[in-house]
């Protein structure tokens, strides 16, 4: 998953180059690298979801949960791994019917007619999967090495 996002990443930098040095030096931009590039970038960001999520790696803030008794803690991470496992679940279903409903109009990128559709349903693919990791990190090993259960 890193090896698939850092080449991503270079498509990305290579692209955002060429596409600056053809508009600035040659004043010939690169075609449709701004969808491009904004295809990219939304694959790039869901795809990275899943393994954030299994690695607890989201920003969290504990004003209200440094008050709690240590006890409570892995009782709370796995209320928490599974509250978030509904939302995203539910995030995912409704980014797969609405990709399902580009599909249906057949909507593609303005200037490349590149299909958004396959986009949406990779996104709801992510989704899932980090639904699936937020399930199985709720029930793993605490998060903060200083629970004394």
Sequence with gaps: ???????????????????????????????????????LLVSLIFMGLPAVTLENGHVTVDVLTEHLPKWSERWRMAAIGVINTVILTLIGWQIWLHASQIAAYGDVTTT??????????????????????????????????????
Excluded: Q, W
């Design 1 to 39: 998953m890193a090896l698939l996002g850092g080449i991503l990443l270079l498509v990305m930098m290579t692209m955002t180059i060429v596409d600056v040095i053809g508009r600035y030096a040659f004043n010939s931009p690169l075609r449709g690298a701004g969808e491009l590039t904004e295809l």
């Design 112 to 149: 490349l007619r590149l299909p958004i559709a396959p986009i949406g349903y990779f996104c709801a693919l992510c989704t899932f999967a980090s639904a699936a990791a937020s399930f199985m990190a709720s029930f793993l090993a605490p998060s903060h090495s200083s629970i004394k259960g």
